[in-house]
């Protein structure tokens, strides 16, 4: 019976012996261990450790497809990945579904936005952006605002903005702050207003955080901080501070193109400064003898010549033109009634 061969520690094939065969220097029924025990003449020839073929690349077929599938799978798993972060970090909702007068929100709005545009320069002669005679109205205060108390339900339907009523500490006027209160949420309650789009809601609120506040200031606190570069007084929308600052000598004097129609222009004020916390822009007078858009600077005029003279040094997104035109003072964003829901 023969033995079978045992691998030695280099990996060699040892070659069995008969278990009662004599070697030579050894004692009869003594066994070799490893080829090493056995004698020289005995030993088989030690054979070349064997090397290892590389494995040849895949040919022919099936080798192209696996390349050609490696060339384009692999980028277009690339621009899926990229597309994928694109949409998880896109804002939902279709820009172009806004209504004309209603802005999707810009991406850095300025600070401020006002009638008054900045970088003006005292250039600029409008007559009619002058403000008129009248009674005596808060010209100075403490440059700190209080919250007027109460509240309002919700009015409109869409995404509901909340809104405070506030005045500047150190002012009065003559009918009272509750008064302006009032006259801020009948404005901003009339389907002719920013809820008649169908699009958004209102809602007054006294304590908490609102998405805006509507401050009467008075006249030196407007003008540092709306800007009074081209010296006629303005109101403004300022982002930093969420507010929107009713200059106090607009508030009891109006504008000349309203012509004595105080509480006309009252309305205009407010739904205009309100208009770009929606980010609307200002607009010219598109239709000569038509009603202004409420987005048109009427606290200085309804002329297109006359307010050309703020857009040719400092376009503020709008051109407005030398075309002779102008308008009828307007304070609503939809004056003919809310827009009829679609469907």
Request: glycine letters at 16%.
């Given at each position: 019976m023969t033995r079978p061969a045992r691998r030695t520690a280099e990996g060699e094939d040892a070659t069995a012996s008969p278990p009662d065969a004599a070697l030579p220097g050894r004692a009869r029924g003594a066994r070799a261990e490893t080829v090493e025990d056995l004698p020289p003449d005995l030993r088989p020839p030690r054979e070349a450790p064997r090397r290892r073929e590389p494995v040849p690349a895949?040919?022919?077929?099936?080798?192209?497809?696996?390349?050609?599938?490696?060339?384009w799978v692999i980028p277009a798993l690339v621009v899926l990945t990229v597309l994928a972060v694109i949409e998880a970090v896109s804002p939902e909702?279709?820009?172009?579904?806004?209504?004309?007068?209603?802005?999707?929100?810009?991406?850095?709005?300025p600070p401020v936005v006002g009638e008054a545009?900045?970088?003006?320069?005292?250039?600029?002669?409008?007559p009619t952006a002058e403000l008129p005679a009248g009674g005596a109205f808060p010209a100075t205060g403490a440059g700190t605002w209080h919250v007027v108390p109460g509240t309002t339900a919700q009015v409109g339907t869409g995404r509901v903005w909340t809104y405070m009523v506030e005045v500047e500490d150190g002012i009065t006027i003559a009918e009272g702050e509750q008064a302006f209160a009032t006259a801020v949420d009948a404005t901003l309650a009339d389907p002719r207003s920013w809820v008649g789009s169908g699009q958004l809601a209102?809602?007054?609120?006294?304590?908490?955080?609102?998405?805006f506040r509507v401050s009467l200031t008075a006249q030196t606190t407007a003008?540092?901080?709306?800007?009074?570069?081209?010296?006629?007084?303005?109101?403004?929308?300022?982002?930093?501070?969420?507010?929107?600052?009713?200059?106090?000598?607009?508030?009891?004097?109006?504008?000349?193109?309203?012509?004595?129609?105080?509480?006309?222009?009252?309305?205009?004020?407010?739904?205009?400064e309100v208009g770009h916390v929606f980010n609307n822009p200002h607009v010219p007078c598109p239709v000569n003898g038509g009603l202004a858009p409420v987005m048109m600077q009427q606290s200085f005029g309804t002329a297109n010549d006359y307010l050309a003279q703020l857009t040719e040094e400092n376009?503020?997104?709008?051109?407005?033109?030398?075309?002779?035109?102008?308008?009828a003072p307007n304070a609503w964003p939809y004056p003919q009634g809310a827009v009829p829901a679609s469907g």
């Open positions: 895949r040919r022919g077929p099936a080798g192209s497809v696996l390349r050609s599938w490696r060339t909702g279709d820009p172009g579904s806004a209504s004309p007068l209603l802005a999707p929100p810009a991406a850095g709005p545009p900045p970088g003006v320069g005292q250039n600029v002669d409008i209102v809602r007054r609120i006294d304590t908490g955080v609102p998405d003008r540092g901080q709306c800007g009074y570069a081209i010296r006629y007084d303005a109101s403004c929308w300022k982002s930093d501070i969420g507010r929107v600052l009713i200059n106090g000598a607009r508030w009891v004097r109006g504008a000349g193109a309203f012509d004595g129609q105080l509480g006309l222009y009252r309305q205009y004020a407010v739904n205009h376009p503020q997104g709008t051109q407005i033109p030398r075309d002779g035109k102008t308008c």
